[in-house]
C-alpha cells in the first residue's frame, strides 16, 4: 500500500505540493513566532548578564530600571560601597529614545555610565568587537552594531553631537532595543534636566521670588540657578557583591537602612520574564493557536478532496477484498506526507527569514522537533474525516452499483 499511495501522490502532485507550500509558510510563522518569544526571553537575559550585577537598588515601590521609572539620588551609590559584602557599586541611567544619525532616527536605550570605568565594572559593556571604550567625560558614545553605526559617526542625542568610538554586540533591552552608552553625566542631562527655554522661564520666575533673591545673601539666587542647570539623579545603582556574600542579605541590609527598593538577579529575571514578557507570551500562544487550526483545516480539507476524487478506486479496493485497515493507512501516509513537506517547507522558510526580522529571533531545535510532532499529530486527527469517508463506500460503487 505504500506504493500505492505514493503514485496517488504523484498523480495528484499539483495538489499536494500547493499545499504543503500553502502550510509550509503557515508553519514558518509558526516557527517564527516561537523563536521571536524565545529571543525576547534570551534578551532580558542578556541584559541581566551583561549589566554584570547581582542587585538591582531603585526608587522605593517599582520595579526596577528596566519596568518602570525609576529616580534616586547619585550619592547612593556612594553610601552603597561602604556596606558588608558590596564589591563594587555604579550608577547607571537608561533612556529609550530616537537616536539621530545622519538622516535617520534609529530607537535605542541610550544608557549612562561613568567614563573611565575598569572593564567589568557594573554597567559596563563586557567587551567591544571594534574602537576604544568612553574615556571622556562628554560627547563619546559606545553602540551596539545592531543600530548600524560605524566607528567615527556623530550621532545626535537630545542637543548635543557624540562620535562613536567603541562597538558592542548583543548590548539590549529587554524590547531587544540596541543599547547607546554615553557618558552619565550627559545622560542624566538628556533625561532629566529641562531645555534652555525651560530653564530661562524657571530662572525668571525664581529672580522674582524673594525668598531666594535676598538682597543681603549674596550667592544665594546664583547658586539656586546652578542647582537648576545640573542633575544629581539616576535610575538605579548596579550592586556587584564580593565572593561568597549572600545577595538576599545584602539586599535586606540595605532595604533596612536605606529605604531603598533592591531587586536580586533572581527577581530581576521575574519582573523581565514574568511581567514583562507574559503578555507579548499570551498573544503569541493565542496566534499559535489560530495558526495549529488553520493548518488542521487546510490538512483536513485537501485529504478529504483527494479522497473525493479516488471513491471509485477504494470502492474497487473493498471489492478485492482489502481490508479497512489497509484503506486508512494508505489516507494516513497521504496526510503524514503532506505535513512533512509542510514542514520542511515551513523550516526551510523560517531559517531564512529570522535574520530578516527587526527583533532577535531564536530558532531553537527543540522548538523545530515539538513543531514537527504537533503537525504530524493535526494532520492524523485531520484524516480522520477521509478515512471515515472511505470506510463507508460500498464496493457495488466499483461496478457502479
Same mark, same amino acid.
Given at each position: 500500500?505504500?506504493?500505492?499511495?505514493?503514485? $496517488?501522490?504523484?498523480?495528484?502532485?499539483?495538489?499536494?505540493?500547493?499545499?504543503?507550500?500553502?502550510?509550509?509558510?503557515?508553519?514558518?510563522?509558526?516557527?517564527?513566532?516561537?523563536?521571536?518569544?524565545?529571543?525576547?526571553?534570551?534578551?532580558?537575559?542578556?541584559?541581566?548578564?551583561?549589566?554584570?550585577?547581582?542587585?538591582?537598588?531603585?526608587?522605593?515601590?517599582?520595579?526596577?530600571?528596566?519596568?518602570?521609572?525609576?529616580?534616586?539620588?547619585?550619592?547612593?551609590? +556612594?553610601?552603597?560601597?561602604?556596606?558588608?559584602?558590596?564589591?563594587?557599586?555604579?550608577?547607571?541611567?537608561?533612556?529609550?529614545?530616537?537616536?539621530?544619525?545622519?538622516?535617520?532616527?534609529?530607537?535605542?536605550?541610550?544608557?549612562?555610565?561613568?567614563?573611565?570605568?575598569?572593564?567589568?565594572?557594573?554597567?559596563?559593556?563586557?567587551?567591544?568587537?571594534?574602537?576604544? +571604550?568612553?574615556?571622556?567625560?562628554?560627547?563619546?558614545?559606545?553602540?551596539?552594531?545592531?543600530?548600524?553605526?560605524?566607528?567615527?559617526?556623530?550621532?545626535?542625542?537630545?542637543?548635543?553631537?557624540?562620535?562613536?568610538?567603541?562597538?558592542?554586540?548583543?548590548?539590549?533591552?529587554?524590547?531587544?532595543?540596541?543599547?547607546?552608552?554615553?557618558?552619565?553625566?550627559?545622560?542624566?542631562?538628556?533625561?532629566?534636566?529641562?531645555?534652555? $527655554?525651560?530653564?530661562?522661564?524657571?530662572?525668571?520666575?525664581?529672580?522674582?521670588?524673594?525668598?531666594?533673591?535676598?538682597?543681603?545673601?549674596?550667592?544665594?539666587?546664583?547658586?539656586?540657578?546652578?542647582?537648576?542647570?545640573?542633575?544629581?539623579?539616576?535610575?538605579?545603582?548596579?550592586?556587584?557583591?564580593?565572593?561568597?556574600?549572600?545577595? $538576599?542579605?545584602?539586599?535586606?541590609?540595605?532595604?533596612?537602612?536605606?529605604?531603598?527598593?533592591?531587586?536580586?538577579?533572581?527577581?530581576?529575571?521575574?519582573?523581565?520574564?514574568?511581567?514583562?514578557?507574559?503578555?507579548?507570551?499570551?498573544?503569541?500562544?493565542?496566534?499559535?493557536?489560530?495558526?495549529?487550526?488553520?493548518?488542521?483545516?487546510?490538512?483536513?480539507?485537501?485529504?478529504?478532496?483527494?479522497?473525493? $476524487?479516488?471513491?471509485?478506486?477504494?470502492?474497487?479496493?473493498?471489492?478485492?477484498?482489502? +481490508?479497512?485497515?489497509?484503506?486508512?493507512?494508505?489516507?494516513?501516509?497521504?496526510?503524514?506526507?503532506?505535513?512533512?513537506?509542510?514542514?520542511?517547507?515551513?523550516?526551510?522558510?523560517?531559517?531564512?527569514?529570522?535574520?530578516?526580522?527587526?527583533?532577535?529571533?531564536?530558532?531553537?531545535?527543540?522548538?523545530?522537533?515539538?513543531?514537527?510532532?504537533?503537525?504530524?499529530?493535526?494532520?492524523?486527527?485531520?484524516?480522520?474525516?477521509?478515512?471515515?469517508?472511505?470506510?463507508?463506500?460500498?464496493?457495488?460503487?466499483?461496478?457502479?452499483?
Amino acid at each position: 500500500m505504500i506504493s500505492l499511495a505514493g503514485r $496517488d501522490i504523484v498523480h495528484a502532485w499539483g495538489k499536494f505540493v500547493f499545499t504543503g507550500l500553502g502550510l509550509g509558510l503557515l508553519l514558518g510563522v509558526t516557527l517564527v513566532m516561537a523563536g521571536v518569544y524565545r529571543g525576547m526571553v534570551d534578551d532580558g537575559k542578556a541584559l541581566l548578564d551583561n549589566s554584570g550585577a547581582d542587585l538591582w537598588v531603585v526608587q522605593r515601590d517599582t520595579l526596577g530600571p528596566y519596568a518602570e521609572p525609576s529616580s534616586i539620588p547619585d550619592d547612593t551609590e +556612594r553610601a552603597l560601597r561602604t556596606m558588608a559584602g558590596v564589591a563594587e557599586a555604579a550608577n547607571v541611567t537608561y533612556l529609550t529614545m530616537q537616536v539621530r544619525q545622519g538622516g535617520r532616527d534609529v530607537r535605542a536605550m541610550v544608557v549612562g555610565i561613568v567614563p573611565g570605568e575598569a572593564w567589568g565594572s557594573p554597567g559596563w559593556p563586557p567587551a567591544l568587537v571594534a574602537g576604544r +571604550r568612553v574615556t571622556r567625560g562628554h560627547y563619546e558614545a559606545m553602540a551596539d552594531i545592531a543600530t548600524g553605526f560605524q566607528l567615527g559617526d556623530t550621532i545626535q542625542i537630545r542637543r548635543n553631537d557624540y562620535t562613536v568610538v567603541g562597538l558592542t554586540r548583543r548590548m539590549v533591552s529587554s524590547s531587544g532595543d540596541p543599547m547607546v552608552f554615553i557618558p552619565l553625566k550627559d545622560a542624566q542631562e538628556a533625561q532629566f534636566l529641562k531645555d534652555n $527655554d525651560a530653564i530661562v522661564q524657571n530662572r525668571a520666575r525664581t529672580a522674582t521670588n524673594p525668598a531666594f533673591n535676598r538682597p543681603g545673601v549674596p550667592g544665594l539666587l546664583t547658586s539656586i540657578n546652578a542647582s537648576q542647570t545640573s542633575s544629581s539623579t539616576v535610575n538605579a545603582v548596579l550592586v556587584r557583591l564580593r565572593p561568597g556574600a549572600n545577595p $538576599d542579605e545584602v539586599a535586606e541590609s540595605v532595604r533596612r537602612w536605606k529605604r531603598l527598593t533592591v531587586y536580586t538577579r533572581a527577581e530581576m529575571e521575574e519582573i523581565l520574564v514574568g511581567k514583562l514578557i507574559a503578555t507579548s507570551a499570551k498573544q503569541i500562544g493565542m496566534f499559535l493557536a489560530i495558526l495549529a487550526a488553520v493548518s488542521a483545516a487546510i490538512v483536513a480539507f485537501i485529504i478529504y478532496t483527494l479522497t473525493m $476524487d479516488k471513491i471509485r478506486e477504494i470502492a474497487v479496493l473493498k471489492l478485492i477484498g482489502t +481490508r479497512n485497515r489497509t484503506i486508512a493507512w494508505m489516507i494516513l501516509q497521504q496526510a503524514l506526507a503532506l505535513g512533512l513537506i509542510g514542514f520542511a517547507v515551513g523550516k526551510i522558510t523560517a531559517t531564512f527569514a529570522a535574520p530578516l526580522f527587526p527583533k532577535y529571533v531564536l530558532l531553537m531545535p527543540q522548538d523545530s522537533l515539538a513543531g514537527l510532532a504537533i503537525v504530524l499529530v493535526i494532520c492524523a486527527l485531520a484524516s480522520v474525516i477521509a478515512i471515515r469517508m472511505a470506510l463507508r463506500v460500498d464496493p457495488a460503487e466499483a461496478i457502479g452499483g
